[in-house]
């Protein structure tokens, strides 16, 4: 499974959004426990469940050198539900020692929370709440708390560029519609955004 995306540009996306952080310099990690990374399971007497993250196509790549932190696999496009024109092999990890990581190289999942990307039925792209399927409370988005500028920029110039790609912009039209045949409710986050589309300056400096 090819993408436009090359290790390149997914070093430049990491680079940008290294120091990007939902609440700004504040650790939402210490108002939860740093629960996206360890989601506790009541029913094993509170011992933390692992949390497997897949990878975006090519992703991968960027942790070929890396395995102190993490195990990787991967499952064919078959075996689970993903876009038409995936084809071959998605790639997993699995933090070996949560929430302790290299940082640096955090997948993009990581990058995003507590924001995923939409796309409406024109094809606009938005962020909003990650609220898909997911078996935790997160302290963000329960008390809707406003997130930093910077973050959200940064997040959504990050998936502005990811899907351009063809395979991602699928995944992420294929989740946008799921939303709306199940009648999911999400929301739209609130905060008044600038144009990013508009923000060429932006671009230039961290993209290009």
């Known amino acids: 499974m090819k993408s ?10 990491y680079n940008m959004t290294n120091n990007a952080s939902p609440l700004g310099k504040f650790n939402c990690g210490e108002l939860c426990n740093s629960i996206c990374c360890t989601v506790e399971n009541g029913e094993r007497n509170d011992v933390l469940e692992e949390m497997v993250l897949y990878l975006l196509p090519g992703e991968e790549e960027m942790l070929e050198n890396e395995s102190d932190w993490f195990e990787m696999f991967y499952e064919t496009t078959d075996e689970i539900e993903y876009p038409d024109s995936w084809d071959g092999e998605v790639y997993y990890i ?11 190289l955090r997948p993009i999942q990581c990058r995003s929370f507590p924001l995923s990307p939409h ?23 329960a008390d809707k708390m406003d997130l930093d500028e910077d973050f959200l920029k940064k997040i959504y110039k990050m998936w502005e560029r990811l899907t351009e790609d063809k ?3 699928d995944l992420v039209k294929m989740d946008s519609l799921k939303r709306e045949k199940n009648k999911i409710d999400y929301c739209v ?11 060429a300056e932006f671009a230039r400096k961290f993209l290009e």
Do not use: E, G, W
């Open 4 to 13: 436009s995306i090359r290790k390149k540009d997914y070093l430049k996306i």
């Open 119 to 141: 796309f409406d039925k024109d094809n606009k792209l938005h962020l909003i709440y990650d609220v898909d399927d997911m078996t935790y409370q997160c302290p963000i988005i």
């Open 189 to 199: 986050f609130a905060k008044k955004i600038k144009d990013y589309h508009a923000d």
């Open 94 to 104: 699995k933090c070996t020692n949560p929430p302790h990581c290299n940082r640096r």
């Open 167 to 169: 395979l991602i912009f």
